[in-house]
């Protein structure tokens, strides 16, 4: 199926477009060899290509021209999260060329095919071009004051009408860290936390199961550290197509230390290709899978028994429900043979540490947050947590998944993960400088169940997997004052979601649609509307600048590469002018320097640096961070930690966290939990999250800390009352003191380091004085000082706990097995059912009800779905990139020999693809061993065709994809993670037909 095209919509005629090629633009060596066929004719094929005119070379005087102006700019690519250097070389202002950035650690000067034609995304000429609106059916150019007043009219009378949470506010992955902080911050000015963004979709299955086992919800070690991984363990990971660049560092593992690589995936995917072990599994049995490998583990005594002992809580409940997979259970469930299983067991126990990565084909069921914390404990038993060459290693799917996460774009937190409690809201009022009860009064209150009101302040959003139900679900059934009204798609594809048709009807019921982005995006086209639609232009992150983390929680910084395009505006300006439209902007902004009507992007940094205790992102300035990327050289590529030069010891990109304020200097940590290395270059234990005792056992590490801690043992989170308790409070400056009394409630202004003498307090002291200030622990101290005496001491200011294997806040405290909602086998429906229907995150959603029905008959078929290198997201960037368009024109369905044999179905052939819920889609069969039988895989970057009937003609002219084809999503099904609302895309039924 990848094939290169000469036909069709991303190419035209030959000849015609050869000649034209040549006779425009400077070409460079290459792509001249290629146009002019000599690689393969010589001067053959230039006589062919001029049409056998040949004539006699005759000097020429060059025309005079202006001199060159050439100037360099180092940016990070803007697809997936490994984070890879961008050497933009500029021409008087114009982008010409792209170098190679070899000082970078994370991709020594390499790109993927995307990377590689990034130039082309930022200076693409089907970019959205002006503001839009949609009137009568048909696309009328608007100017921006117009766009902003109408819209912002449109909302203000929804929200007097229905209430704030009536707008929805969604994200974008591809958002700067300060746009993403501006974008929650927002959110929270309007008074809603309906807000959300890619990651509920990818990897909020990956925050909540790992966040809640060991304390942070994000990749443990890093892609370089991979170098020292003794074995490979992938599930549901497809490096080689979704993060091409860090499949470098497994080869170098596998080379290099002779690591066995292991792909567990239902597909022989291009990563499965280098694998020392391929298991092929049936989609949705990841929890029975790791199982059945800890099974052999436990039999055999291979666990590392004194690391479980120090550092892991619950093991033991774990192993009660191991001993019931045994070898033959195993492989009735997964299919995967069981003398494989109990082979890949020995290997991991041979070969420590080894690491695991997963992706998406782990975290997007409903019952991912299961599968990511089984993943976590399989780790845990090998002792492979901490380790250097071990961890979870989470490949992540867009630039900035990782910090519009930490940065709270999310429907259940504040940034930092401080959650949307009284106590969250009053810390983020104190970074924010912001009376709290002003910001209480812009969101609705409404009456709960129970008949008492309720703040909506408090109450997680409608996440984006769900934001059509906000619309279509009847108004009494909806945990919120009334419906969702207005839907801003803020650098968001529809096409990514699942329940397309159902997205439809939603859209068509709103009262506005607002599309800011580049590109139009399938939203442009997917609704059936006359009116009520806007589209706004917004630059790609090369016409801006700011700070971006990879996967690692390493945080970098962009250059600005070229002024934005046609009429684009920057994400950050157009926040400013809708906050300006609706009446927050001088509150919002207040600490912040408008320039014009664009933000001052440092001082944006600056002030989530003020706020972000929880995980560690204070440390990491302007300063430090464009230093670091100046200084790329200076940095080990395996360790990441400079060796000499002006960041000596620290790590590359200050990856979270990197504690205290920037003038304390933390390295950063790269690998977290590791208790071999000092908490003050980067060391930690985990996090005490989960309270100090569980009925009546220990919770705390035992016998385990890290080097150089003053308490060696575990210990609890850091308090004013810890320090005071332990003598270390007098280590704490003036400045610090009276910052934590402020916190505290006891000083009414926040103090400011010029005002404060050597004197604790001012005025009267309260008698309840030791009680307040003893409360303020290293989450909410503004000044940093508890983190930096804890520091001091050796210690972790989160404590020192242990992992907890189980998690007793969850459905199931000890993963199970729970068989999709859209199951082939009905013998295993009942021994392995879903839960029960339940209403949360606002939404009555349904488990049960769905399973219980029997469609396998019908839809005989798993559907699952995945990526392409070609493509990414929604496809809509890089299906609009005629270099990266040409090399994937087709929208296909992967089907095994064996079943399309059956079903008379021919490779290449067209069929349709129908869903138990009534919707279809026409594509192309690709005939292969890739899928197993009774599978079949379709990519989701498509869009632009629905249900056989091609929609180009209603984009804006001129904006239309180069590449069109079917979403995959049309014919996904309905089903939601029991803990996040993940959407799930990888294990559905399906029918195919011939066309």
Not at 245 to 257: R, T
Request: include cysteine; charged fraction near 25%; proline fraction near 5%.
């Amino acid at each position: 199926m990848l094939r290169k095209k000469t036909h069709g919509v991303a190419r035209g005629p030959r000849l015609s477009s050869a000649g034209a090629e040549f006779g425009t633009a400077a070409i460079d060596r290459r792509t001249f060899l290629k146009r002019s066929g000599l690689t393969i004719g010589g001067a053959a094929a230039v006589t062919a290509l001029s049409g056998g005119m040949v004539s006699r070379a005759e000097a020429q005087t060059a025309p005079a021209t202006e001199a060159p102006k050439l100037v360099s700019k180092k940016t990070i690519c803007t697809h997936c999260a490994v984070g890879c250097t961008v050497i933009a070389e500029l021409d008087h202002g114009v982008w010409t060329r792209q170098g190679i950035g070899i000082d970078s650690p994370f991709n020594l000067g390499g790109h993927c095919a995307k990377g590689a034609a990034v130039r082309e995304h930022a200076h693409g000429e089907r970019r959205l071009k002006h503001p839009m609106k949609l009137v009568g059916g048909k696309w009328q150019k608007v100017g921006w004051d117009e766009a902003i007043n109408e819209i912002g009219d449109r909302m203000l009378k929804v929200r007097d009408t229905s209430g704030p949470d009536s707008v929805y506010w969604l994200g974008s992955a591809k958002h700067s860290n300060e746009q993403a902080y501006l974008m929650r911050k927002f959110a929270a000015y309007w008074g809603t936390n309906n807000v959300d963004h890619q990651a509920r979709i990818c990897h909020s299955t990956t925050v909540a199961g790992v966040a809640n086992t060991w304390g942070y919800g994000a990749m443990t070690n890093s892609f370089n550290d991979i170098h020292n991984s003794r074995a490979i363990i992938l599930f549901g990971s497809n490096p080689a197509e979704a993060h091409p660049v860090s499949l470098l560092h497994l080869l170098k593992a596998k080379e290099e230390n002779n690591a066995p690589l292991i792909v567990c995936d239902p597909r022989f995917t291009r990563t499965a290709a280098h694998a020392d072990e391929f298991v092929r599994f049936r989609p949705g049995t990841d929890v029975a899978l790791v199982w059945g490998i800890l099974y052999h583990i436990f039999k055999n005594g291979w666990e590392d028994k004194n690391y479980i002992r120090q550092r892991v809580w619950g093991m033991d409940q774990i192993r009660q429900e191991v001993d019931k997979w045994t070898p033959d259970k195993v492989e009735q469930v997964t299919g995967a043979p069981a003398s494989q299983v109990e082979r890949v067991a020995r290997t991991l126990a041979n070969n420590r540490p080894a690491t695991l990565v997963w992706c998406m084909g782990g975290t997007q069921h409903t019952n991912g947050s299961s599968n990511t914390r089984a993943y976590s404990i399989l780790q845990l038993a090998l002792g492979n947590i901490g380790k250097h060459g071990g961890g979870a290693n989470i490949f992540r799917g867009h630039d900035n998944v990782q910090g519009a996460t930490d940065l709270g774009v999310l429907a259940d937190t504040l940034p930092g993960y401080y959650g949307l409690s009284a106590g969250a809201w009053a810390h983020w009022a104190r970074v924010w400088q912001e009376d709290l009860d002003w910001l209480k009064g812009r969101f609705a209150t409404m009456k709960g169940k129970d008949g008492k009101s309720k703040a909506m302040m408090n109450e997680t959003g409608i996440p984006v997997s769900r934001w059509i139900d906000g619309v279509l679900e009847a108004r009494e059934n909806i945990e919120q004052p009334d419906n969702t009204k207005v839907m801003v798609f803020w650098g968001h594809a529809p096409n990514s979601q699942t329940r397309l048709p159902e997205m439809r009807k939603a859209m068509g019921m709103l009262d506005t649609l607002v599309v800011i982005d580049p590109y139009p995006t399938m939203t442009a086209v997917l609704q059936d509307r006359q009116d009520g639609v806007y589209l706004l232009p917004a630059t790609t992150q090369f016409e801006t600048y700011g700070s971006v983390t990879a996967s690692n929680r390493s945080i970098q910084w962009r250059e600005k590469v070229i002024e934005p395009l046609f009429d684009s505006k920057v994400d950050h300006e157009i926040m400013y002018l809708f906050a300006k439209k609706l009446g927050f902007a001088d509150k919002m902004f207040r600490n912040i320097k408008i320039e014009g009507t664009i933000p001052h992007v440092e001082d944006v940094t600056r002030e989530w640096n003020r706020g972000m205790w929880t995980i560690g992102m204070t440390g990491q300035s302007p300063e430090r961070l464009k230093s670091h990327m100046e200084n790329q050289h200076t940095f080990d590529k395996t360790t990441l930690r400079a060796v000499g030069g002006p960041h000596d010891g620290e790590f590359y990109g200050l990856p979270w966290p990197c504690w205290g304020t920037p003038e304390m200097g933390h390295t950063g940590s790269c690998v977290l939990y590791d208790i071999t290395t000092p908490v003050a270059k980067g060391g930690m234990g985990f996090r005490a999250r989960f309270g100090v005792e569980r009925n009546g056992q220990n919770l705390l590490a035992e016998g385990s800390y890290p080097v150089g801690s003053e308490i060696q043992d575990g210990y609890p989170e850091f308090t004013m009352g810890m320090l005071r308790g332990l003598g270390w409070d007098k280590d704490l400056t003036a400045y610090e003191r009276r910052m934590i009394e402020y916190v505290a409630g006891i000083l009414e202004k926040q103090p400011s380091q010029e005002e404060v003498g050597e004197t604790s307090q001012q005025g009267e002291i309260p008698s309840d004085y030791d009680k307040k200030v003893d409360g303020v622990n290293w989450k909410l101290d503004l000044s940093g000082g508890i983190q930096r005496v804890a520091i001091k001491h050796g210690c972790a200011p989160y404590g020192n706990a242990k992992a907890r294997a189980v998690v007793w806040t969850f459905p199931d405290p000890v993963p199970l097995h729970r068989e999709p909602l859209y199951a082939p086998n009905r013998q295993l429906v009942a021994e392995y059912p879903t839960i029960a229907d339940k209403t949360f995150w606002r939404l009555p959603t349904a488990y049960e009800s769905i399973q219980k029905i029997d469609y396998s008959k019908d839809f005989p078929l798993i559907m699952t779905s995945g990526r392409l290198v070609e493509y990414e997201g929604g496809g809509d960037e890089t299906r609009s990139n005629p270099w990266l368009a040409e090399l994937q024109q087709q929208m296909y369905v992967e089907i095994n020999t064996y079943d399309a044999n059956n079903l008379g179905i021919r490779d290449k052939s067209m069929v349709w693809l129908h869903s138990p819920e009534g919707s279809k889609i026409r594509i192309q069969a690709m005939v292969t061993e890739r899928v197993g039988r009774g599978v079949v895989f379709t990519p989701f970057h498509f869009g632009g065709v629905f249900e056989g009937t091609e929609l180009r003609d209603k984009y804006p002219e001129g904006s239309d994809p180069i590449v069109i084809g079917e979403a995959c999503n049309t014919a996904q099904t309905y089903g939601y993670d029991m803990v996040t609302q993940m959407q799930e895309t990888k294990t559905t039924l399906c029918r195919l037909e011939r066309a």
